[in-house]
Nanobody, 120 residues
Framework: QVQLVESGGGLVQAGGSLRLSCAAS????????MGWYRQAPGKQRELVAS???????FYIDSVKGRFTISRDNAKNTVYLQMNSLKPEDTAVYYC??????????????WGQGTQVTVSS
């Protein structure tokens, strides 16, 4: 059974940092593309960052230079390091996996989400 479990969300002040983790099981992790999406209240879910099986990364412009996605294949875990957080980063953040190793829009499997709240 595929399972993606996010952790690391919480409440931080603007300018602060958080590191999200996503532990995967039931997939061949090292051949999956992985990614992070977020959904703010009243808005569509949007891709934030993704990483291919070989480590190529993608970021949307609004987080470029502030967020870093990485993966540890030995731990079957993908991370999202979020620095210089802004109130507009407030959302539920979801981990996603995809059997296609190079896609920038992974969408085969989803975690349950973790809340990130940034206060002003």
């Amino acid at each position: 059974q595929v399972q993606l479990v996010e952790s690391g969300g919480g409440l931080v002040q603007a300018g602060g940092s958080l590191r999200l983790s996503c532990a995967a099981s039931g997939i061949t992790f090292n051949t999956n593309a992985m990614g992070w999406y977020r959904q703010a209240p009243g808005k569509q879910r949007e891709l934030v960052a993704s990483i291919s099986s070989r480590g190529s990364t993608f970021y949307i412009d609004s987080v470029k230079g502030r967020f870093t996605i990485s993966r540890d294949n030995a731990k079957n875990t993908v991370y999202l390091q979020m620095n210089s957080l802004k109130p507009e980063d407030t959302a539920v953040y979801y981990c996603a996996a995809d059997n296609r190793p190079t896609t920038i829009v992974p969408n085969d499997y989803w975690g349950q989400g973790t809340q990130v709240t940034v206060s002003s």
